[in-house]
Structures are given as C-alpha cells and as structure tokens.
T-cell receptor, first 109, second 114 residues
C-alpha cells in the first residue's frame, strides 16, 4: 500500500530552527511536495523536490533522499506566523498526490 | 476573480438530500481535483479530471459524482448525503505539463450532514 508518515505535532520557539520529517512508501515517484496550511484555510505550496538533495527558498529548505524514502522541511528563524500544519505529499506513478496527515507546528514566544 | 473559488463556504444538510458543491478556476489549468479533509487524516482524493470532458475516480469516490463540461468548472455532487460525508471539501487545479505541477487550492467548503 501507499503510505506517508510525518509527526502529528511539534513545538518550537520563536527564532529557532525546526525540522519536520516525512517518510514515504508509494507506487512510483514523480516528486515530493510540501504545503503549508493555516487553521481554517486552504493548503498553499511551499516546495518541490524530485532529485536528491537540498532545495533552499528563503527561510525554508526541503531535502530529499529517494533511496531512503525520506524528506524533511527545515524552517529557520521561526516566526509566530509559521504556526500552521505542514503537509507532505508524494506524486505517484499516476501523477496523483498521496498526502500525509500533516504536522501541526506550534510556535511559542 | 483570480485563482479558484468554491461555493458555498459552508452548508448544513439533512441526510438524504442532494447537494452540489461548486468549483471554478480562472487559471486555464487542464487538471482539477476534489479532496476531502478529515481530522487526523491526510487529504483524500475523491475525483479528478485531467482535461475537460474526462473524469476519473480517486481514493474515496463512493457517494460522489463529478462532471467537467468545460475547463473552468468542476462541480461535485452528493446524490444522497450521509453523515459520514461531513467533512471539509477542497477543490484544486494544476497545469499537468508544468514543472513543478503544483496544485492550487480553493478556500474549501465545510459540509455538515445531519
């Protein structure tokens, strides 16, 4: 079966760094996506990885290891507005997204 | 409008009633999707359409139907609503030829079936 695993909830301090992990088992792989979802709102696209390695975009970076079925999202210089759920999704062989349940990130002052 | 719109924003529905959730995009994307999001679960694909005139079943299609008469509109119909269809419904679209072909989401419809 297809499976995406990520922690349910994490807590971090404003100004710090947090790493959100995602492991996956899917039928085929056509890229891994990270989305941010604030409470009561729609998911919005953050990053995309299809090759191994690190993709950096401002305060956010995403890493992929295809051989390990593993990705992480790294958030630096945390701000209160980063409090949200972070969704990991893998595009399978049919070009459909398989979604993890999301990681709720709580930022404390 | 810019992006994707959904209507209604929220709805309370009696079990057994028919309901259509509307979705319209103005980005001329070829692909559109309907998901439901339930607490503790990931987004689950209900139906999708890769191009106008075609539709396909996702992970949880039972009790739902869709149509794609044109590029912009992708309505989702619940023929006879049941309480287990209480959920938040998101419509999304993407351009399949783009890299990355990320999906853009509408604001969602919160549906309660009593």
């Amino acid at each position: 079966g297809q499976n995406i695993d990520q922690p349910t909830e994490m807590t971090a301090t404003e100004g710090a760094i947090v790493q959100i992990n995602c492991t996956y088992q899917t039928s085929g792989f056509n890229g891994l996506f990270w989305y941010q979802q604030h409470a009561g709102e729609a998911p919005t696209f953050l990053s995309y990885n299809v090759l191994d390695g690190l993709e950096e975009k401002g305060r956010f970076s995403s890493f992929l290891s295809r051989s390990k079925g593993y990705s992480y999202l790294l958030l630096k210089e945390l701000q209160m507005k980063d409090s949200a759920s972070y969704l990991c999704a893998v595009m399978d062989s049919n070009y459909q997204l398989i979604w993890g349940a999301g990681t709720k990130l709580i930022i404390k002052p | 409008i810019a992006g994707i719109t959904q209507a209604p924003t929220s709805q309370i529905l009696a079990a057994g009633r028919r309901m259509t959730l509307r979705c319209t995009q103005d980005m001329r994307h070829n692909a559109m999707y309907w998901y439901r999001q339930d607490l503790g679960l990931g987004l689950r694909l209900i139906h999708y359409s890769n191009t106008a005139g075609t539709t396909g079943k996702g992970e949880v299609p039972d009790g739902y139907s869709v149509s794609r008469a044109n590029t912009d509109d992708f309505p989702l119909t619940l023929a006879s609503a049941v309480p287990s269809q209480t959920s938040v419904y998101f419509c999304a679209s993407s351009e399949r030829s783009a890299i990355p072909n990320e999906q853009f989401f509408g604001p969602g419809t919160r549906l309660t079936v009593l």
